[in-house]
């Protein structure tokens, strides 16, 4: 499926991974309603449902899922987003950006292509966080231009590590 809503190139096709803990929950189960109303290809890797989860779970499995390739973005919520961005940011490949604005959102996506967003359940109101998704969904990273460089400087910092 086509994702022309949110696309700054109308040929870009992208494949979104969510997740949240219990506190992250309801916010997540409103922004799966709304990639589904805009025909947003995407999946939903849980929790599903208010019994309590810890976050690094599922952070673990958003980001394997986009490491894997198998999908683009990914977008996780928890109480503050603080903890599914400190996890998701443990796995090599992942730049997450926990944004609570758009213009933070647009830009994590043109200068620093990360490639997962974190909201915070608790701390975001649902429309704010659903215009944030909208923001980040239809920014693109610019590619050949200073901010390449700098990302590819986070990617040789990754390699010293290991
Ligand atoms: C869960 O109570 C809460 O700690 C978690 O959702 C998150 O906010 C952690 O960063």
Not at 32 to 56: H, I, N, Q
Request: hydrophobic share 40%; aromatic share 6%.
């Amino acid at each position: 499926m086509r994702n022309t809503k949110f696309s700054a190139q109308e040929d870009l096709l992208l494949k979104i991974a969510i997740g949240s803990d219990h506190a992250g929950f309801e916010l997540k189960e409103e922004i799966a309603k709304m990639l589904r109303e805009e025909g947003v290809e995407f999946k939903d890797f849980g929790t599903f449902s208010a019994e309590p989860v810890d976050y690094p779970d599922i952070a673990a499995e958003v980001s394997l899922a986009i490491i894997s390739g198998n999908f683009d973005l990914g977008i996780l919520v928890c109480g503050t987003g603080v903890g599914m961005s400190i996890a998701a940011n443990k796995f090599k490949g992942i730049r997450a950006a926990h944004c609570s604005d758009e213009y933070t959102a647009r830009l994590s996506r043109k200068h620093n292509n990360a490639n997962v967003l974190t909201l915070g359940g608790r701390t975001i109101g649902q429309e704010l966080a659903k215009s944030v998704v909208k923001a980040w969904l239809g920014a693109r990273f610019e590619d050949n231009s200073r901010h390449a460089k700098r990302v590819d400087k986070i990617r040789l910092l990754e390699e010293k590590q290991n």
